[in-house]
């Protein structure tokens, strides 16, 4: 299970976390308070934003190759629809 780190906004103290949704309202362990910043130096984090970045490029890739041969095809069409208009 993933452990995140924390730091306090209002008195700047550092602890570690289970990610836990945003409905549970995890608080500071020193001062009660609500304003958490996640630190992403952590291991777990970075490979999971790689991953995630490596996804999203995989697809950037990939989408302009769909496009064009969805643009084959519809010209395709409508060459075989005007073939057979005509003849
Ligand atoms: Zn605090």
Redesign the pocket.
Known sequence: MPIYEYQ?G????QFEALILPKTTGTA?P????TELERLVSSFAVDSETTRKSNLEAGRRQYAPIRKEKQWEQMKYEQRELKEHSEG
């Open positions: 306090c209002a008195c700047g103290h500071c020193e001062c009660q308070g």
